[in-house]
DNA sequence: GTATATTTGCATCATTGTTGCATTTGAAAT
DNA sequence: ATTTCAAATGCAACAATGATGCAAATATAC
């Protein structure tokens, strides 16, 4: 799929930094940060623009935020662009990158009694197989 | 246990930003923000003290940090200090608020050939039995 | 090609977190 | 009880992420 069909599909406008920021994403082997995305788009756009686009692409489901320790995020292509299930992602301490588990399922948990489930998130840290050795 | 004997069994200066910490996280039913924190105890000590204490009394393993959405971030009472187990974190969407959940222990996944595992968190967003009704 | 609503860039501000340095303080030694 | 000194604190300054208001630019429908 590429990345303006992805835009039509949502009604969405075809603006360069969005159809950018999603061909970065879906080429990614691995979730990337903002400065990691400007760099590959040569450092276009504003940064602005750069959490406006993430937050239009986050609400509609094309591509989906990590968070690990609340000052580093990385941004990953959605699920329901790639029709897989909600997933792990795995943080490595020592390149501190972050990869979709896409092939691992998240859990589910029983809840108390009064306590709804809207989401979930699953993080898991260690050392990934490249900085093993 | 009081907060002076947590602070002496890890062998940390009894001050008195500590020691509030500590006890308030101690008595709070939810996880609390920085913020809430610093009401509860009158707005004494400055920000960055505020920090360090934290920082510190993470390292030995005191109290843990929640974060949710990268912004919101929340302190609890550690396990060791407990004597419970790695457990999952509840965000409600409509309270803002953060509640370990002691009793669910966190459930484990096997991770693909040269991944290792050093912790795991998980957190589950919804509505809470207060807000639910 | 034109009209219009959307998006962009810029300026400004808020929050969380970090660092350097002078001052203060806890607690150990006397 | 007093002295001593490493550790902790307060302050100033700074960095990163994020939000908002507004004028200018742009995408798409006509």
Redesign the pocket.
């Known amino acids: 799929m590429k990345a303006v069909e992805v835009l039509n599909h949502h009604h ?7 159809e950018g920021i999603i061909e970065v994403v879906m080429n990614a082997k691995q979730a990337l ?3 990691e995305i400007r760099e590959r788009l040569s450092g ?6 750069f ?3 993430f ?2 692409l986050e609400e509609h489901k094309i591509i989906h ?1 990590i ?1 690990v320790d ?4 990385k941004y990953a292509l959605d699920n329901s662009v790639t029709h897989k299930d909600e997933h792990v992602h795995f943080y490595c301490i020592k390149c501190n990158s972050v990869k979709c588990m896409d092939n691992i399922p998240i859990k589910k948990y029983q809840l108390p009694h009064g306590y709804s489930e809207i989401g979930i998130e699953v993080l898991i840290k260690g050392i990934c197989e490249n900085c093993k050795k």
Do not use: A, P
């Not at 276009?44 to 623009?49: A, C, E, I, N, S």
């Open positions: 969405l406008k075809r603006t360069s930094c969005r940060s903002e400065n276009k756009y504003d940064r602005t623009t959490y406006r686009s937050k239009t935020k968070v609340n000052q580093l995020v």
